[in-house]
């Protein structure tokens, strides 16, 4: 993914409605991919990751889906809580190694 | 278990001067990665030690350095600080045993440089 830099794209969303973020990635041999959670002055949070030898994954609340066709990536985040308002970055990876290539980020905002 | 920890919370630190960050990984953890987060640059690797060898590198200049010790513990090192270095540097750590599995962060240290 790129990143863009001061101006994250923002995403508000109802309470209790869901949510999609979308993330497109750069790399073709890239084979891991990642969705962290950023609140306000901590670190990164794990959500969940997915290889690419699968299209989806699901979680507690949360389904990524993976298209390497397009090479494109997505956050599914069911019925959307104020405590999920946060920065949301997509990451990559190949197989060798744990260096990841984050995405720019997307800012998630929970209206009540 | 405790998670990543990361100290000092914040620096303030001058031009010229160098820094050194401190992380202990969560237990068990053998390897760990430091990446540093600007808004203008985003998240970006900087490097990756396991068993006190450095596994990985990214596209960072030789003022940044680090070390890892037997404990797994790790600090990162800056040298002749430059304005642009101000940023959250975040450590992450991992089992190391199994490629690609989960990093989990620490919650950074706020460096500023002035």
């Known amino acids: 993914g790129e990143s863009v830099g001061l101006h994250l794209p923002t995403l508000s969303v109802q309470e209790g409605d869901n949510s999609i973020i979308n993330c497109a990635y750069s790399?073709?041999?890239?084979?891991?991919f990642i969705w962290y959670k950023q609140e306000s002055g901590k670190g990164p949070q794990f959500i969940i990751d997915?290889?690419?030898?699968?299209d989806k994954r699901q979680g507690q609340r949360v389904t990524v889906l993976l298209n390497k066709t397009v090479k494109h990536l997505s956050l599914q985040i069911a019925a959307t809580q104020p405590g999920d308002s946060a920065v949301y970055f997509c990451?990559?990876?190949?197989?060798?190694?744990?260096?990841?290539?984050f995405g720019g980020g997307t800012r998630v905002l929970v209206k009540p | 278990k405790a998670g990543v920890t990361q100290t000092p919370r914040y620096l303030i630190k001058t031009r010229g001067q160098q820094v050194t960050l401190s992380c202990s990984p969560i237990?068990?953890?053998?390897?760990v990665s430091w990446y540093q987060q600007t808004p203008g640059q985003g998240l970006q690797f900087l490097f990756e030690?396991?068993?006190?060898?450095?596994?990985n590198k990214g596209n960072f200049p030789g003022r940044f350095s680090g070390r890892q010790f037997s404990n797994s513990r790790s600090e990162m090192n800056v040298s002749t600080l430059e304005l642009g270095d101000s940023a959250l540097y975040l450590c992450?750590?991992?089992?190391?045993?199994?490629?690609?599995?989960?990093?989990?962060f620490g919650n950074g240290t706020r460096l500023t440089v002035t």
């Open positions: 992450a750590s991992r089992p190391g045993t199994v490629n690609n599995s989960p990093l989990h």
């Open positions: 990451a990559e990876a190949q197989a060798a190694g744990n260096k990841l290539t």
């Open positions: 030690y396991f068993s006190e060898t450095q596994r």
């Open positions: 237990s068990g953890h053998r390897s």
């Open positions: 997915i290889r690419s030898n699968m």
């Open positions: 790399n073709s041999a890239s084979d891991y």
